[in-house]
């Protein structure tokens, strides 16, 4: 099985990033890619643009990437309440291609998480309500709280209750995909 992670942020640090590559890893014996979103940018999306230019080589370069993809391991930074800059600016490009859904009807583990107790709590609802509307089959979801509190770089989540919990979402997602 093909695995494609990334984090909805291009933060050099991002801790979204962090859980996504630990999500991902927990898929052992699988094909895991762990995409930067910093090897996407391009300029924000207007429609006078891509009415100039077409849709731009990146955009279809990450669309490939999901559409060679068995699974999606997401997970998205909350900045100020709604998805990162980097990532909406992808994701307004993959939506332009023609007869496409965003996430090629691909299935999704989405995840959040951040410095906070919250975890991204309204990053996960706006995504969770979204993403099945532009093409991602969202089959579990988690919130890391507090990653600074929860997560050791090396080592992955230290709570054992959140670890556990983690595993839980991976062997249900790992059951659904062998149906």
Avoid at 62 to 74: E, R, T, W, Y
Wanted: glycine fraction near 8%.
């Amino acid at each position: 099985m093909k695995i494609l992670a990334f984090a909805g942020s291009n933060s050099a640090a991002s801790i979204n990033k962090k859980l996504a590559a630990y999500a991902a890893s927990l898929f052992t014996g699988h094909d895991i890619e762990v995409l930067d979103l910093n090897d996407y940018e391009m300029p924000i999306y207007s429609p006078e643009r891509q009415k100039e230019g077409g849709i731009h080589p990146l955009a279809l370069a990450f669309a490939q990437k999901i559409d060679l993809a068995d699974l999606l391991v997401v997970s998205l930074a909350e900045h100020n309440g709604a998805y990162a800059a980097s990532f909406k600016n992808i994701y307004d490009w993959i939506s332009r291609i023609k007869d496409r859904k965003s996430f090629g009807e691909k299935p999704v583990l989405l995840l959040t998480t951040s410095p906070g107790a919250r975890g991204g709590a309204t990053m996960m609802e706006i995504a969770k309500n979204n993403l099945p509307r532009n093409g991602g089959n969202v089959l579990e979801t988690f919130m890391l709280p507090s990653f600074k509190d929860n997560f050791q770089d090396g080592v992955g989540i230290v709570n054992e209750a959140l670890k556990a919990e983690l595993e839980a979402k991976v062997a249900a997602v790992k059951g659904k995909l062998t149906q």
